[in-house]
């Protein structure tokens, strides 16, 4: 059972559209993340915030951003979606990472058309 | 920077057989070891965590650390088919950093 909900599943829409991917979590966590992933290729860190009120760019320059008004949500925007931004968007959240790592959540796949 | 090496695959390993997996990390202050396995077009699920020198079995998986040279590993044992999928090294690095950097991961391949 997943504590750690990712809304939509999949998404297609057209160049210029705005959109927002949704992630709660039910767990109390203070950390959470938003990675984006190609298809076979390697996790890349594009947004993580350690709390309320509190967000930072990742690795990956992403034209994306996000908020983080409530602990339990974090969602990511995208002001004006291009083809580039096909990928797929995966949410993680974490309390003791020592001990226990990341929770994912299922994704979103989005494709620009 | 802090570096997690994986070797990307594919590894191919006939059913039945022990795979083996190896990851080498840069930062010798790395307190906790992670290693997710994700299936195409799914999100990464952890399967084994570990943090102190020597070997952690959970079923037909054990993960293996060795601190001093900085490697880390996943046994697993009487390989079947649903395992084929991406393995992802995560490491947790110390002196208070925090996050985790993850590998490129290794595609392990199942042979029936």
């Known amino acids: 059972e997943a504590d750690i909900y990712q809304t939509p599943r999949y998404l297609v829409i057209g160049t210029g559209k705005k959109i927002t991917l949704e992630c709660s979590q039910t767990?109390?966590?203070?950390?959470m993340y938003w990675y984006q992933q190609d298809p076979g290729m390697e996790l890349h860190l594009i947004h993580y915030?350690?709390?309320?009120?509190?967000?930072e760019k990742g690795d990956l320059s992403s034209e994306s951003t996000v908020s983080r008004i409530r602990t339990e949500h974090f969602p990511l925007t995208l002001e004006s979606a291009r083809p580039s931004h096909t990928s797929q968007y995966l949410c993680?959240?974490?309390?003791?990472?020592?001990?226990?790592?990341?929770?994912f959540g299922s994704g979103t796949r989005l494709t620009v058309v | 920077q802090k570096e997690v090496e994986q070797n990307s695959g594919p590894l191919s390993v006939p059913e039945g057989a022990i795979a083996s997996l190896n990851c080498t990390y840069s930062?010798?202050?790395?307190?906790?070891f992670f290693w997710y396995r994700q299936y195409s077009g799914k999100s990464p699920e952890l399967i084994m965590f570990?943090?102190?020198?020597g070997d952690k079995e959970d079923g037909r998986f054990t993960a293996q650390l060795n601190k001093a040279s900085q490697y880390v590993s996943l046994l697993i044992r009487d390989s079947q088919p649903s395992d084929s999928a991406t393995y992802l090294c995560?490491?947790?690095?110390?002196?208070?950093?925090?996050?985790?950097?993850f590998g490129k991961g290794t595609h392990l391949i199942i042979q029936p």
């Open positions: 930062d010798r202050g790395s307190q906790s």
């Open positions: 767990m109390g966590h203070d950390k």
């Open positions: 570990i943090y102190s020198n």
């Open positions: 993680a959240s974490s309390d003791q990472i020592s001990v226990y790592g990341y929770t």
């Open positions: 915030s350690y709390g309320v009120n509190s967000t």
């Open positions: 995560a490491v947790k690095a110390g002196g208070g950093a925090d996050g985790l950097t």
